[in-house]
């Protein structure tokens, strides 16, 4: 398996013949040069949405027609973008598994919000999730846009995932505070990535507090387009 952060809350994983883009924002994300466009998406194989914030859905459908690859995410959104965009879509739920030939991808709750823009304000598709990808010999949490809850429980009791990708950077999700707590408490990681941070001001800049927190663990800060290939 190969961990690839794209910047912000957007990753890429390779696992075998799959590459797996979750939440790819390229066109405004400010940590990715146009320039690396095409490195961050060659190849792959199946987009993953978590939510339709703007820096997660934004080229989710530009890509899903460039690409000519299924965006795998909730049913309900799943089903109108089918029948109204005409992309391929693989529609699925909390709780759900889908097999992606090379990669199981579970479902999971997150505690965060999701709507899109619309010209009479913002509506709601779905709700937010968070997806745990077994393959490559691993098992992945990827928290998606989320808080600390109870469900991490849960998810490790049913996964024990060695690998965390969590999201702390703070403001809008866990900081790495919450997240160090979420680590500690919930979860047996070998590997924690930390995203969705030093996109801007605003947000976390240094994972240094998670790696003080968590001394047991392989806290790994991601560079943008270098692959982590976990142990």
């Known amino acids: 398996m190969k961990i690839i952060w794209l910047g912000h809350g957007s990753f890429r994983y390779e696992i075998g013949d799959l590459a797996l883009l979750v939440d790819p924002w390229l066109t405004s994300n400010p940590m990715l040069d146009e320039s690396q466009y095409d490195a961050a ?3 792959a194989t199946h987009i993953l949405l978590t939510h339709a914030h703007f820096d997660h859905v934004e080229d989710v459908l530009p890509l899903a027609r460039k690409l000519g690859i299924p965006v795998v995410g909730q049913f ?10 005409g992309i391929e879509t693989i529609g699925f739920n909390k709780g759900g598994t889908v097999d992606l030939g090379g990669a199981r991808v ?15 304000g913002p509506y709601v598709p779905g709700t937010e999730c968070g997806f745990v ?3 490559g010999g ?21 996964h024990a995932p060695d690998i965390g990708v969590l999201s702390a950077g703070g403001h809008f999700t866990m900081d790495m505070r919450r997240a160090a707590y ?3 408490k919930f979860f047996k ?32 800060e991601p560079e943008v387009l270098t692959p982590i290939t976990p142990g």
């Open 138 to 158: 691993h098992r992945l949490y990827h928290s998606g846009d989320t808080d600390v809850m109870m469900d991490m429980e849960i998810i490790h009791e049913l």
């Open 76 to 85: 309900d959104l799943m089903g109108y973008w089918a029948d109204s965009e």
């Open 133 to 135: 990808i077994e393959g």
């Open 106 to 120: 579970t479902m999971v709750n997150a505690l965060h919000s999701t709507s899109f823009g619309g010209k009479d």
């Open 182 to 184: 979420a680590a500690k």
């Open 189 to 220: 990681f070998k590997t924690l990535i930390p995203g969705h941070y030093r996109t801007f001001d605003i947000l976390e800049q240094s994972a240094d507090l998670l790696a003080r927190e968590l001394p047991e663990v392989d806290v790994i």
């Open 41 to 43: 998406t060659q190849g």
